[in-house]
């Protein structure tokens, strides 16, 4: 959540709300450099600052039999999994993730996405060191209202996601949150490797490449956390299921967008498309609901809501590289260490010279596949 001058009970927070949000000391960013935007500097150090004021060990929660039983559980598994992230994924061996912290609301912050009428280009905001990223994050509601309705008076589409969590990129000593115990121990647990990863590499300017990096670590991690035991795969598994099938729908409804937006046609024809373009997105999920998921409406909430083109801005930011991180996972022979090398060094390339390499990774894994 970053800024400078200049993504489970409800499926789809585990998406919008995971966007691994980087909050650094903004504080000191601001002073340093002089910044015109010191009133939003000085609410996000102020929420960091009580997000942080409330944090206490995990295990001493666990060992204190008058706290609750279910959150003593839970913060057990996370020690379990942060234990697992450090000895088999070879994830970095600090205090984030031992601490917790009761923040007594819903979601940890807000973060307000917005896209020209007619693109699904983010409007970005850009910040020191994190980069620029696709979102603006606020730890008030009211304040995230606010910048999203003057960016709807402006004539942009605007969505408002809650955000559950977030990496500070080791920063800070970031708490497990009460905002991510809503989510099953799979989904837990695989936050946990998420944001693990954003502190061991997070390449500025570069949001595709840092999140398709840490999904694809929180998905083979958490296969092979299933694979020692830990929990059982069942549910996370239907729940993954359900989750890729509603993504398949929102991706090939992006993608007819797209390519209604390149078309020569006037504002007045362009809006009428793109109403229909959200109504055939609204009943292709009815249908898929209805017909393969026996109704079950776990993506009924995120559907009611007015879609527009910021509401499909997070889908795609996790997954757009996953299958070239599976081939280098595959070329560095499945080695944990090898791979964070390997990953390190995609890092350090210019950007233009990446996405290339991240390509040729994307077509021999999908000429294995063939």
């Known amino acids: 959540m970053p800024s400078r001058c200049g993504r489970r009970p409800h499926p789809p927070a585990s998406r919008v709300g995971r966007i691994a949000l980087a909050l650094l000391p903004l504080s000191l960013v601001a002073i340093a450099t002089g910044c015109a935007q010191l009133g939003y500097y000085a609410h996000l150090a102020r929420g960091q600052m009580e997000l942080l004021s409330q944090r206490e060990p995990i295990a001493q929660i666990v060992g204190d039999e008058r706290r609750d039983p279910e959150l003593r559980r839970r913060l057990t598994l996370v020690l379990d999994a942060r234990r697992f992230a450090v000895r088999d994924l070879q994830l970095p061996d600090n205090p984030s993730y031992t601490l917790y912290a ?3 609301r819903a ?17 970005e905001s850009c910040f020191p060191i994190a980069g620029c990223v696709a979102y603006r994050g606020h730890y008030s509601r009211e304040r995230a209202e606010a910048q999203a309705q003057a960016l709807r008076e402006q004539g942009h589409d605007v969505d408002i996601g809650g955000v559950p969590a977030y990496s500070t990129l080791g920063w800070f000593d970031d708490p497990v949150l009460n905002t991510m115990l809503h989510w099953s121990d799979a989904v837990l647990v695989a936050t946990v490797f998420h944001e693990l990863v954003h502190q061991q590499l997070y ?16 998905q083979q991690g958490l296969r092979e956390y299933f694979t ?13 299921e359900r989750q890729q099938q509603f993504t398949h729908l929102v991706l090939d409804a992006r993608e007819r967008l797209s390519r209604l937006y ?18 055939r997105l609204k009943a292709e999920y009815a249908e898929l609901r209805d017909t393969r998921w026996n109704g079950d409406g776990d993506y009924d909430g995120w559907f009611a809501r007015d879609l527009n083109n910021a509401s499909l801005l997070s889908f795609g930011l996790y997954d757009e ?33 990446r996405r290339l390499r991240l390509q040729s990774l994307m077509q021999y894994r999908s000429a294995e596949s063939d």
Request: hydrophobic share 40%.
């Open 203 to 218: 390449v500025s300017d570069d949001t595709v490449f840092n999140e398709s990096m840490a999904r694809f670590v929180e």
């Open 262 to 279: 390149a078309q020569p046609l006037s504002n007045e024809i362009m809006r009428k498309r793109k109403a229909e373009e959200f109504q």
């Open 107 to 123: 979601y940890a912050v807000w973060n307000v996405l917005a896209t020209p009428e007619f693109s699904l280009a983010p409007l």
């Open 102 to 104: 009761d923040l007594q």
């Open 228 to 240: 020692a035991g830990r929990i059982d795969e069942t549910d996370s598994a239907l729940q993954r």
């Open 321 to 353: 590289y996953v299958p070239a991180f599976e081939s280098l996972y595959d070329v560095s022979g499945r080695d944990w260490h090898r791979f964070h090398a390997a990953c390190r060094e995609l890092g350090n390339l210019p950007g233009p010279t």
